[in-house]
């Protein structure tokens, strides 16, 4: 485990942790949620150059802490899809994007997917299915642990802070630790929904309520798909997804 990891961690409490020795759920802090946090060199560098010239990774937290508080999840995910506006061309009817509701940013997305080939993906349909994301227990940390691992304990009722505390993210298509932030905010409050488990590439997070009705649960999968497009990766429509959140609690956001 890095000491200097550690030392940027010191205003947290904190947890290191053998990979094969964590359980899901943990449940040793009642009232607390514990995020598990796998550090290795990317990681690092990454809460390095998020401090920039910072005096502390807490000061940093509260730089940005006032933004992902207060930023509209719609514009959230707008910002988070500016790699795939900036290189795509869009109708008229979308612009400008930062008029546009939710619903019009999914449809800009797939109007943007569906320019060569029609995608079955996008068929809305709601399938229960059985699938099952893994939880982060000891056999999926240890198969991706690459330097130990730490339970961190969140702020209560702003653990969606988590992406703030460690940052990753800002390369290719995954949205920089503020708009996360912002965007998990919105989803605490809606489905209390908190990060469980963070390496260089990966969010998980699991959701205390579910979507109810067909309807809920189509408009978070989209605002899913919007933040995260890798999302469909074990899915065959966003319709079996969506079926998906109203059966599971555990949701997986990652990024090559």
């Known amino acids: 485990m890095s000491e200097q990891m550690l030392e940027w961690l010191k205003d947290y409490e904190t947890e290191a942790i053998e990979p094969e020795d964590v ?3 943990d449940a ?3 009232g607390q ?5 796998l550090p290795n060199d990317n990681i690092e560098e990454l809460i390095e150059d998020a401090i920039g010239e910072n005096a502390s990774l807490a000061d940093y937290v509260e730089q940005n802490a006032a933004e992902a508080d207060t930023l ?30 939710t619903d019009e940013l999914f449809a800009a997305y797939r109007h943007l997917a569906e320019v060569d080939e029609a995608l079955d993906y996008f068929k809305e349909q709601i399938i229960a299915g059985d699938k099952i994301l893994p939880v982060p227990d000891a ?19 702003q ?18 630790p503020t708009l996360q932030s912002a965007v ?43 933040f995260c497009n890798y999302v469909l990766e074990d899915f065959e429509t966003i319709g079996s997804y969506a079926g998906y959140l109203k059966q599971q609690d555990i949701w997986y956001f990652w990024w090559d």
């Open 23 to 25: 359980t899901y759920p």
């Open 28 to 30: 040793s802090h009642t």
């Open 33 to 37: 949620h514990r995020l598990l946090v």
């Open 72 to 101: 509209p999840l719609t514009e959230a995910l707008r910002r988070a899809m500016t790699w795939l506006w900036e290189s795509s061309e869009l109708p008229e009817k979308y612009e400008p994007l930062e008029k546009l509701s």
């Open 139 to 157: 056999a999926w940390t240890s198969d991706r642990a690459e330097d130990g691992a730490i339970w961190l304990t969140l702020p209560q009722g």
């Open 159 to 176: 653990e969606y802070h988590a992406p703030l505390i460690i940052p990753m993210g800002g390369f290719n298509e995954c949205p920089l």
């Open 184 to 226: 998990f905010r919105e989803w605490q409050q809606q489905y209390g929904a908190i990060p469980i488990a963070v390496n260089d590439s990966t969010w998980i997070l699991r959701a205390q309520r579910r979507p109810q009705t067909d309807e809920q649960a189509l408009k978070l999968a989209k605002q899913h798909m919007l």
